[in-house]
């Protein structure tokens, strides 16, 4: 079976659309007035430096989210939303590429950018423990927070990617796909191990990357419970967050995830469901773009400044 081919071409498709339509939406809605603040912001002397990695490298506790109760959806839904960026390939562009498949590339120099305009712009990466304990108690975050996430355990967000980030001490979650584990391209049992060893948090994507809303029968057992205990023996660590493949969901997945251990879920552009918001964690797949484009839809497409 090949891997890194699950998604069809009409979902990437869809998923390309909206996610131009969320990008265009954040551009014109930005006036003067938040144009001379973005400027402002970017220019601040208090803006870090690539070399003060002060704000970043401070350890944070991370809260015990076994003892934390689930706030009603009202409340979750009332607290601003973090910035959550969603990341495939780190790698140059070939000519073999597609336009399609270019919106999934990010060259290493863009990424090196975006990594920096980050850092210099005061931002603080969580991880989904932290989101978890704010989202229902309310549980401060460091300032300016963003959560860096990596989809399909390409071997280049460890060769690559990591490197980058480790000079800003930013820490990442990478969804895995367990049917790539070990192939060429892909991330290792090791480098998974790695990965949380140093503070990451590795959590699923299914086995294959099928769209969850297909799901039937054992599909449960194989998508998400296997994957599961796999991932947990490769790390020694509970496994308890998931993105949907194409960040396409049901209501009908929820109750199944939940009953297999899971305690949020990632999407990508849909509104979050009124019943249950931890289940449909709003993210936006990052393209190619500038540093300053970026910055933009951040502040534009979330509500926490």
């Not at 699950?6 to 969320?22: G, Q």
């Not at 969580?126 to 990596?150: R, W």
């Not at 979050?272 to 797949?285: A, H, Q, V, Y």
Request: hydrophobic share 35%; aromatic share 10%; net charge positive.
């Amino acid at each position: 079976m090949k891997t890194h081919t699950f998604r069809s071409k009409p979902e990437l498709i869809a998923i390309l659309v909206i996610a131009f339509f969320c990008f265009m939406a954040a551009n014109c809605r930005m006036d003067a007035s938040a144009k001379a603040a973005e400027v402002k912001s970017n220019t601040s002397s208090d803006d870090k430096t690539e070399g003060d990695k002060s704000a970043t490298s401070a350890p944070v506790k991370m809260p015990d989210v076994d003892g934390i109760k689930v706030a009603d959806p009202k409340t979750i839904l009332g607290r601003p939303e973090v910035p959550i960026l969603c990341y495939h390939q780190i790698r140059d562009w070939k000519p073999t590429d597609s336009k399609t498949a270019q919106a999934y590339i990010v060259p290493p120099a863009s990424f090196a950018e975006q990594m920096k305009m980050l850092a210099d712009s005061g931002y603080h990466t969580i991880l989904p423990d932290q989101l978890y304990a704010y989202l229902n108690e309310g549980t401060p975050l460091p300032s300016k927070p963003v959560m860096l996430t990596f989809d399909d355990t390409d071997l280049d967000q460890y060769t690559v990617a990591k490197p980058i980030m480790d000079k800003y001490d930013f820490k990442g979650v990478f969804f895995v796909m367990t049917v790539s584990i070990g192939r060429p391209r892909y991330m290792t049992k090791e480098q998974i191990k790695d990965l949380s060893d140093k503070g990451h948090t590795i959590a699923s994507h299914t086995w294959d990357h099928h769209n969850v809303k297909k799901y039937q029968g054992n599909d449960w057992a194989t998508q998400i419970e296997k994957p599961t205990k796999q991932l947990e023996a490769i790390t020694g660590k509970p496994v308890k967050y998931f993105a949907y493949p194409f960040g396409l969901w049901n209501p009908q997945a929820i109750p199944e995830l939940k009953k297999r251990g899971m305690i949020a879920a990632f999407q990508l552009y849909a509104p979050r469901d009124e019943k249950d918001p931890l289940f449909t964690i709003r993210r936006i797949i990052v393209p190619a773009m500038k540093p300053a484009a970026l910055y933009k839809s951040m502040r534009q497409g979330f509500g926490y400044y």
